[in-house]
């Protein structure tokens, strides 16, 4: 069975353009979770996908953020316009939550994204 | 809320001996499980292992080893006969087991480094 797919595996772009990172989850699984990590503030949780819906973007940076899902198998995570501090690694993770029991949660490779 | 502490920035080994990283949490749940994800340089997070609160027998994969002490809040792993290919860093984890969230809480990582 295919893990979580993400691509792309490398992005580098100039400040101010936008991307759009894309992520297949695991058949089957219907939660989706974004995060980023950067070696000053580890990994951090940006928003999550339950069922489609987003349940919690707390952890989106700023409104130059945007994520959506609008099938069980696609989510993309945009950022119009970057900048040079979003540059980080970005993972896709899905899992599986049925009758309220959560089950493991398995990542993607990650994006790297550099924005010059 | 719930918080996970790994005080061991960086640790190091000899190839074939017996390492144990160290990891903390504070909840009030009394339901949950605990994860040790492993990052090598590829930057994949893979999953070593996982553990149900409920059960009081320690998990096992292989030459990976949990030593869960539910009362202390401590979750150590332990690797037996140190590859090479364990250079990696480790990060603990937790979640909530009865929730419609899947939300995990990551620790800050340890470097592990096993040298020939």
């Known amino acids: 069975d295919a893990g979580v797919i993400q691509s792309p595996r490398h992005e580098v772009t100039e400040m101010g353009q936008e991307v759009t990172l894309r992520c297949k989850p695991i058949s089957g699984h219907n939660s989706l979770f974004w995060y980023r990590q950067t070696m000053m503030r580890g990994l951090e949780l940006l928003i999550y996908?339950?069922?489609?819906?987003?349940?919690?973007d707390s952890g989106m940076p700023e409104d130059r953020f945007s994520a959506k899902m609008p099938n069980a198998s696609f989510s993309t995570l945009k950022i119009q316009p970057s900048e040079p501090r979003d540059s980080a690694v970005y993972f896709c993770?899905?899992?599986?939550?049925?009758?309220?029991?959560?089950?493991?949660?398995?990542f993607g490779p990650g994006t790297r994204l550099t924005v010059l | 809320a719930q918080t996970v502490t790994q005080s061991q920035p960086e640790m190091s080994v000899q190839e074939a001996e017996t390492v144990t990283l160290s990891c903390t949490y504070d909840?009030?749940?009394?339901?949950?499980?605990l994860f040790w994800y492993k990052q090598p340089p590829s930057r994949q997070m893979i999953l070593v292992i996982r553990q149900e609160a409920y059960k009081q027998q320690n998990a096992t994969e292989n030459r990976f080893s949990v030593n869960f002490q539910k009362a202390a809040k401590s979750f150590s792993l332990k690797i037996s006969d140190s590859q090479l290919g364990d250079t990696a860093m480790y990060f603990c984890?937790?979640?909530?087991?009865?929730?419609?969230?899947?939300?995990?809480?990551f620790g800050q990582g340890t470097t592990l480094q096993v040298k020939p």
């Open positions: 909840t009030s749940e009394s339901n949950y499980y």
């Open positions: 996908f339950n069922n489609n819906v987003p349940i919690d």
């Open positions: 984890a937790f979640m909530i087991s009865y929730s419609n969230t899947g939300k995990l809480i």
């Open positions: 993770a899905s899992s599986r939550i049925a009758g309220g029991f959560t089950d493991t949660q398995y």
